[in-house]
């Protein structure tokens, strides 16, 4: 009885420190309309956290008026050392999410097809805007 009571508190131990884990967060405050692929996000407040499990390519973005769950890729994170950072590519008057670092992860977005089909219609080209936060 004790080995299954040890057994179970080893698996709730882990279970815990994994939702923990999947805790991690991205708050910002985004001042524009933006999209992430297709759709189109109101300027508000944002909370972007990684889908953890089978898809760890998935970001849930959730904002006042509503949420989004996109792909990514994924890519090595060298920016622990630096303030978390949503960065946008900027065509014209239209924004793209384009990538999400923090100190845990750093996630590129999969470039959509109506941004592709912005930037080829704009010259002469991207600007890209960072917001950061700590």
């Known amino acids: 009885m004790r080995i299954v009571s040890f057994a179970t508190l080893g698996s709730l131990a882990l279970l815990l420190a994994a939702s923990a884990f999947g805790q991690e967060k ?4 985004i001042p524009f309309e933006f999209q992430v692929g297709n759709v189109i996000m109101p300027a ?12 760890q390519g998935l970001l849930h973005i959730v904002g ?7 792909f ?3 890519a090595q994170n060298k920016h622990a050392q630096f303030d978390d950072q949503l960065v946008f590519n900027k065509y014209g008057d239209k924004y793209f999410l384009s990538q999400v670092i923090t100190s845990w992860w750093d996630r590129k977005l999969i470039e959509s097809r109506r941004e592709h089909e912005v930037a080829r219609k704009t010259s ?5 805007i960072v917001l950061a936060q700590r």
């Open 26 to 29: 991205v708050t910002a405050d």
């Open 44 to 55: 508000g407040h944002y909370e972007i956290r990684q889908v953890y499990g089978d898809n």
């Open 124 to 128: 002469p080209g991207v600007d890209r």
């Open 64 to 70: 006042d008026v509503g949420q989004v769950i996109f």
């Open 72 to 74: 990514t890729n994924g």
